[in-house]
């Protein structure tokens, strides 16, 4: 069966663009979550959608946002880009709640914001 | 959010068992225990995770004291591919909130 897909694998950006991340969770799973990892910062919650409702929220700014569609499929965005946002976005699918069966991750996409 | 604290580093040799200890002294009676671990240039990967009881899996046990304030990951016989940093994490709440890990050396 299909793991969790993101696209892309790696992506560029200019200070002050925005971006979009794509996230397809394993078929059947209904919870995506983010996360940003840094080497300064580690694995750090972005947030979570379920059923298209986001449920949880990590403590980042606004110009992080996302949305879960009706096929669980998840996009997240950032806007305004700035040089710290540079990392390895990940995204993890689940069943239903994580916590009660576990998380699968995805290989994440590098961003680089020059 | 419960905090865990596990070793910063560990080694092991190879084909011997290997018990990653974690401590969660907070933990509430709704947190689950899980456990993840991160190999190099990959994301997490799923190990395991448990409430209450021992948990056993192709990968792994998840020894869980009777009060529940620690754990134990046991890799029952490592191999060069089980070097990675390993997260204890504690959830309640369908997040997950990562530490630093352990990150295990295997020796040949």
């Known amino acids: 069966k299909a793991g969790v897909t993101q696209t892309p694998r790696y992506l560029i950006k200019t200070r002050g663009q925005q971006v979009t991340l794509s996230c397809s969770p394993i078929s059947g799973h209904r919870s995506v979550s983010w996360y940003q990892q840094t080497p300064g910062q580690g694995l750090q919650f972005l947030f979570e959608?379920?059923?298209?409702?986001?449920?949880n929220k990590g403590n980042f700014p606004g110009r992080f946002s996302g949305r879960q569609f009706s096929n669980s499929r998840s996009e997240m965005n950032v806007s305004t880009l700035e040089l710290g946002d540079s990392a390895l976005y990940l995204c993890?699918?689940?069943?239903?709640?994580?916590?009660?069966?576990?998380?699968?991750f995805g290989s994440g996409t590098r961003l680089t914001v020059v | 959010d419960a905090k865990t604290t596990q070793p910063n580093s560990m080694e092991s040799n190879e084909e011997e068992p290997v018990h990653l200890p974690c401590n969660h002294s907070t933990i509430s009676g709704t947190d689950y225990i899980h456990w993840y671990r991160q190999l190099p240039s990959q994301g997490p990967e799923y190990v395991i995770h448990?409430?209450?009881s021992n948990v056993n899996n192709r990968m792994a046990s998840l020894a869980i004291a009777e009060d529940r304030k620690s754990s134990t990951l046991i890799l029952h016989r490592a191999t060069l591919r089980d070097a990675a940093v390993y997260y204890c994490i504690l959830t309640d709440d369908d997040k997950i909130i990562f530490g630093k890990g352990t990150r295990l050396h295997i020796l040949p």
């Open positions: 959608y379920f059923s298209e409702t986001q449920r």
């Open positions: 448990g409430l209450t």
């Open positions: 993890a699918s689940s069943v239903s709640t994580g916590r009660r069966y576990g998380y699968t």
